[in-house]
Each structure stands twice: as C-alpha cells, then as structure tokens.
C-alpha cells in the first residue's frame, strides 16, 4: 500500500477552541456563589483520589474539582488533598489559594488512623478518583474509598462519590459498595451506565448521572510537528493488575509494600505478545501512512510499554517516534499534546476524554467498561473500539487503524459535535448539583458579606 499523505493539523482544524469550552471555567460576575457555610464557618473539604501517583487524568480530575467545589460553595471554602506523594500533588496545585496536601498511603496500617483523622476535622469527604468503585485495579483501593466514605459518616460529617465510574463487581465488593453507597450523602456518577450499576447493586437512594469533570479542562492544542501529521498511541500494561496484598515479592514486582502487581510467567509472555501488536501497528502507521509517532504515558507505569515499543522499533525510526511520559510532562502540557494529535489509539480513558477538546478522531483498545461506555455515547464503537483480549486483535488493529485515517475529519466533526453539544453541558451539572446539594444541607453566606 502506498504512502498517504495527510493533511497537517493545523492545516484542516482551528486552533482556537469554541466559546462554549472557554468560559465555562469561570462564572459569571453576577453569578458569583454565596459562600456555604456550616455553624457560620466556610466549609473545609478532604478531597480524596489517587493523588500523587503521576496519573495525568487523575490530577486533571483533582484540579477540575477544586475548580467545581469552588464555584458551587464560595471561595472561601478550605480545601485539603490526599496525596501519596504531597511534593508532587503540591507542584501542579494553584498557589495562593489556601489548599493544604495530606500524605495519605494506600496501605492499611498507615491509611486508616490518618484517614479517620482527617474525616473528623472536615465538614465534606469528596471522593474524587473516576475509578472510585472499580475492583480491576485493587480491590483493597476500592474498600479504602469506601471506608473514607464511611468514616465521615462515623465522625458525623458528609460523604459524596463526585463524578465518578463504577465497574462490575464481585458479590462481596459489590454489596459493601451498596451498603456505603446507600448511606452517602450525594453520589454523582460519570455515566448513566455507571448509575444503573449501582441500581442493579441494590442501591436505592438517589444517585446522579453526568460526566467526567475533566471535561471543563481548558488548554490548547500544542503543534507537534510541523512536517507530518502525528499519531499518538496511548497504551497500558494490561497484565500487571489488580494490585493485591503480598508481604514477600520480587522488587520488579513491588507497588508499595506491602501491596505487588500481579505478574505470573503467563501475564508476562500475554504483555510481550501486546507489546508486539503495539509495534505492529506502529511501524504500519509510520510506514504506510507516513506519520510521526507520538508515544503518550498517561501515568508514570505506562512509560515501561512505551519504552518497549519505542525500543522494538529499532534505530531506524528512532527519529520518527518520541515519547511524553507523566514523569517528565506536566498534567496540562500532556493535554496540549494530546489535543494537539492528528489522531489517536488509546487504552488509556482520559487520553480519550482530555483529546476530544481537539476534536482528535480515536479508536481505543479497551480493558474494561470505562472506554466502551463512553464511545458508546460517541456513537463510535462498533468502528473503533477493540477488547485487548480478542483473537484477531494485531489484524483488527490494523483495519480499523486504516478506517480511522480514512475517515479521520468526519470521526473529528462527530466527537467535537457530542464533545460541545453533550460532554461540555453535562459537565457544568456537577458543580450544579453539588450547590443545589449544598444549600439544602447547609447555611448560605451572601458573597458581599
């Protein structure tokens, strides 16, 4: 097949986002909130997630928070975050703004004298990790979401699930997930998919459904490449996980002690196997559709893959394949860069989620339900979305690759048309629902007072 020559970026897209994305940062002067107080004091909230882990969606989600629960309870509301690592977490927050960053380890004997700690000295815990009750990670950090939850209730405080995923569960998560659930104060779901789970769970008290609060994010596109279109591929090392508690480890194998992926000499030849796909794929897009690679770690672990697929690719195409690893790229340029894309495979949700603010034509190899829900709403999945684990997937790749190229303008109108018209809109409900919520339960202090 002979080389097809596409049409740069810049050459085909506007750089300048619509109106609609721009202002909804901020509200409108006349829309400025009154402060929500509790016993006439401002509000403090301990927003809890996976924080400090160099995870590009998650410190996207963590800093799109602070900007909701700003605007919806007043600005002199007090902010702390939860963070494995605070120097970190402290480096991407806005300064001057009053927010506090609390170390805070996923391990048992350290997370929950601190975690209790910190729910009784704050009026709200929010729970801000997208894959809040998902078990395929860890199902130990499924239960310490969980027990934040709880413990604010114990410590007669608040509890709310802000925007957030739920996957299937085992009978056991899944009935400690509707007993805590039941007992939140308000729980707000990413996806109308994710809300009918907790339905079939069992849960009866109300639970809303929006989106990702990544979506308010706002950055520009950033030119890659001035020579050739780039395609960037997001992948993940799906054969490590869950997380699960094991005392004794290889080091190779150690997360945080006492907890240790998942690897066995099975997982280890299927992850040798999809770094070949990876390959595949990408020396097919380099060679026959004559494009630069743009290899995207959305989180510090994904850079392992991309190092091994850059390194595959051999000297050759050094040049024509670069690597941007959450390590060493900020969560904001990261989003410049992705929606500065021609186009996109990814594996990872907020690769998905973060591009379509540049309107990226994707396709993704999918893990579990988060991907398949969201291009569900695209309208796009049956085109381009593939399950890692299928048979014909290095064949599949390829093909549905090739579509994607060829219909690239018309995927990139279709998710910029759903991205304004749908994503954007539901986005603005979180921080709504979250103040029509909080005057409800608590006092409002005008704003010129």
Known sequence: MSATKLPLRSERMPTQLPSKVETIKSLPSSSVP????????????????????????????????????????GPQTHITVTSINPERTAAILPQGQGIDVEEVIFTPHRFIPKMWKLTRSHDITF???????????????????????????????????????VGD??????????????????????TEVARERLVKFGVHSPVLATTDTAFRFERQPERISDTRPVVGLAPIEFFQWPIRVKLFCPAEERYKWPLAFTWTAERRELSDKMVERWVKLARHAIETHNVDLQLIAMEDLDTVVCEKI???????????????????????????????????VTSRYHACVLSMGGSVPQMAVSHDERLA?????????????????????????????????????????????????????????????????????????????
């Not at 860890?138 to 413990?151: D, G, I, R, T, V």
């Not at 569960?169 to 990413?190: C, G, K, N, P, Y």
């Not at 085109?383 to 290095?394: A, I, V």
Request: glycine letters at 4%.
């Open 310 to 344: 850059q390194t595959a690719l051999g000297p050759s195409l050094s040049e024509r394949v670069k690597i941007s690893s959450a390590q060493k790229v900020a969560p904001s340029e990261m989003v410049g860069i992705l929606r500065g894309l021609d186009a996109l």
């Open 373 to 449: 829900s969201i291009y569900a709403e695209l309208k796009i999945e049956q085109d381009y979305l593939l399950d890692y684990r299928q048979k014909d997937l290095s064949q599949e790749l390829i093909s549905k690759f090739d579509r994607l190229m060829q219909n690239r303008t018309e995927i990139s109108h279709q998710i910029r048309e759903m991205h304004d018209s749908q994503f954007v809109p539901r986005c603005a409900l979180n921080k709504e629902e979250l103040r029509a919520w909080a005057l409800r339960t608590f006092d409002a202090l005008p704003a010129n007072e």
């Open 34 to 73: 009154d402060s929500i107080t509790r016993h006439g004091k401002p509000l403090r909230c301990l927003l809890v997630g996976y924080n400090g882990a160099g995870n590009t969606g998650s410190d996207i989600r963590l800093l799109t928070a602070i900007d909701d629960i700003r605007e919806a309870l």
């Open 127 to 165: 729970l801000v990790e997208g894959s809040t009750f998902k078990q395929n990670w860890s199902p130990w950090l499924l239960h310490a979401y969980l027990w934040a939850a709880e413990y604010a209730r114990w410590n007669g405080n608040y509890a709310v699930a802000y925007a957030v995923d």
């Open 169 to 190: 569960l085992q009978r056991f998560h899944a009935f400690w997930t509707r007993r805590i659930v039941e007992r939140m104060s308000l729980t707000i779901t990413r």
